[in-house]
């Protein structure tokens, strides 16, 4: 039983046995173990209702038993419904006291092995010892811990998603005969797994692993001394480079010749001939292949931008044109997408598909920002050193399995979501300045290897952000590469985010204090024999302390200043115990600027000093570095952290203030600044901020010189016909612009409904509490009629909350999974449990708008609470409307209701994603019908889509005739 997948487990505590057994090899009988219980927690004396046992030899199953107990107790419903156990089934099954002898007689004398064996060997051993036998004292290893150190690049380590993987047929979860199964298959898969591991690596995974789950560990040292006797010789495509084994690096491209490839197929029989079945027809796929060859081999091109809604195929149509260009013009295609996903899809689908159609091998590189890759000179020291935080040493062993297989250095590859952990943030790559040209591991670093392999592509993949930041690694302004953007509706929301940079006030002490103790406090790195012995050791270590404290004074200065100016006047009495933001003009920092002149000035001086002292401290260090203690290590490391923490505070501080250190420069980088307080709005929790409004001359300055004419595609782009709004946000002109828009492939007419509640509550007429009520009982009304997955898109995480807890009060809660964002985790843990239920709800907000891959049939019906505008409170809105009303511009029109339209046209695109979708959306806003510009926005959705106006109590009929209809 696999409690760990559960949000009730209850720890379990090793109990300590003098245990029995031999070393484990082949000829060990390990039993694969598996249990579904009536609950977690031995103290409420929850009973087993199932056992099933595998029993493996020599890599082999060589016998099972399997069968239902009696608990002499109710099965909870929760229970029932997971395990499909009833308690009718188990009323004629055995007792466990009538399975005991055979069962103790069974695994005695073998090795235990359980998917999460803290659970079930203690529970097991409970039940024994309840009906009067001693507990089991064989040794026991855990699946789990060996399936996240030998498998480290699979995306979970549930039994289910290692059955996929290894394509084991597992029909039945949690049902234990079928998970013991599953398990003994996956245990002999990791076995021979383990075995086939290099001598050092096996060495490595040996000195770490004596923290894992009870005896799990001695696995892997009998696979150690095995090996030790018989090492074989290491494969071609594996090398040891100092403590660690990895793979060997080869970077091979021929490039393909224009005779190779032929002659653009131009009509619709030339494509079908190219395709040969690998690709169906699609019309308008077609026609943007062809706009897109066209155009560029114009002479003077235009800048190209397409609106492709979801089904035409817009990832092959613009590969294969820019394919051909590439080749015929020798200029490789940089490609730029969103998500991590996207890219892989990229990669890993589309550009294999193309190669295969062109029947030529296209040389792609995928690039990300240096922080993906993993640093093997860093890792390679942390080797070295002890660790004694358990999560550190595991996350060591997974790292030195994937070292012997990635061929990126991609830490994506690893799936860890949590960017938290210490031991990452050391091993991650800080860019190619960062890098020792006399380390060992220069030539192999990953990150140098991939911008490398970059330049001597055909086609180069990467995402938003990295193409903002790096357009010059990328580009070249003396042979521009060609640039699709991807996902371009994404893209002016990237530079926006991109663009934000915060003075964490707050953060800045913090890390400024653990500074100081680290340099000379009781542990600090002045009590070092290495800092005593150097004669200016002891006078750069208290310079340095002495300089952070300055800081940390200096910027409590600022913090009162910064209150007093701009926000202790400023603050409505509604937002007590709320987050509070407040926009500055350049102008009136200027003042401010004049009138702190000294402590600001002062600052930067001392950030300056500050850096100069660790610069000099580093290299005392650095000279004798191999002679520190343990201890003094993980001191260096924590103060390194800091340092680097305060350096980018520094950073940021400078970005801010330092036009004004130089008279006449006006700061280019920011087109507004707002100041932030905290929830009990004290001087105390005062930081401040930057970022920009006018994303299009950002592009046009630090992305379009080092390219030619962009391409620029995506499913929403347009919020009407005759809107201008896209393209002055990615500062293309009108004159110089091809703009293509393709109609959707999918029959909205028949598989699709849109309707609209008549008669719900005028918004700024109610207050939260009514609203939360109104929007609980419309959804609970409208899910009692929809047999599937239901997505409610909110605009407030705090109506999302309200809204959450008063469904859950429901008979609703009961029935259906209910999900919500701010509530049960992030986004991609939200969406990877709504796809995998089949009647789930999620309340999302913002993201939740776009990105989803909702396509056979993962969504039946989507709720719209609220129309998508932005919120007049947040601050990017609050500074984009005094910079339109000082442009003499109507904010409404130009920004707010376009940008509106278009996340309702990204939110109904859910709906329909493939041919084989049909869905409902629900609109509970009647400004839809009541304002204006209501018109507007339902002329944008799909024309055939059908548009019921009906009260709320009228809606469920026909939507329940829809859903029949389909059903």
Known sequence: MHWHECSIIKDMKQTSYELTGENMDSNTTYAVVDIETTGTNLNDNERIIQISCVFVKNHKIINTFATDVNPEMGIPNAIQQLTGITNRRVRKAPLFDDIAPTLFGLLSDTVFVAHNVNFDFPFLNYEFERVGYPALTIKAVDTVTLSQILLPSVNGYRLRDLSRYFGIKHEHPHSADSDALATAKLFIMLMKRLAELPLLTLQQLNILSGSLPRQTAELISDAFERKQKNPGTLPDYLMVKENIVMRVQRTSFTDATTEQLGRYPQSKKAKLAL???????????????????????????????????????????????????????????????????????????????????LQIPMNATLVKGSSHYIDLAKFSQQLNESDPANQSRLIKMKLLVWLTYTKTGDLDELHINNHKIPLLNEIRHQGIASLDATNPFYELDFYQRVIRKAHISQIVVTNHAFLLRHADLLGNKAHKPYLVVDEAQRFVNTILQENRVTFDINHLMSMAHSEVSHLKMNQGINRSPIIQSDPMGSFHVYQMADHLETINQLIASLQEQLFKRFLARQMPAETNNLPFQHVITYPELQTFYEANKRTIQSLQEKFTSEILEFEALSKIIEKQQQNLLESEVRTWIKLNNSQLEVEEQSQIFLQIFGSFFKPNQRNKDADFFWIQVGPQHDAGSVSLSQGIIESANYIKNQVYPWFQKPTLIGATLFSNSRSKYFLNQVGLATASTTVKKYSSPYNFAENALLQVANDGPVINEIDADEYAQYLTDAIYQLAKVTPGKILVLFNSLATIRDVFNRIQRTDLGHKRRILAQGVNGTKSKLTREFLSGSTSVLFGASSFWEGMDLSNGKLDLLIITRLPFDSPDEIFTKAETKLQKQAHKNPFISALLPRSILRLKQGIGRLIRSEKDYGAAVILDRRILDKSYGKTMLHSLPKDMPVQKLPLNELNGELDKFFKKHH
């Not at 089904?311 to 940089?334: D, E, H, M, R, S």
């Not at 991590?340 to 295969?356: D, V």
Request: glycine share 4%.
């Open 275 to 357: 395709f040969k079945g690998d690709l169906g027809w699609r019309s308008a796929q077609s026609r943007i292949m062809n706009a897109i060859y066209a155009n560029y081999k114009n002479p003077d091109p235009k800048a190209l931008v397409i609106e492709a809604p979801t089904g035409i195929g817009k990832t092959i149509a613009y590969l294969l044109p820019f394919a051909y260009l590439a080749i015929q013009n020798q200029l490789p295609v940089v490609i730029s997408s969103t998500t991590t996903l996207l890219q892989s899809q990229l990669m890993e689908k589309a550009i294999p598909i193309l190669s295969k159609i």
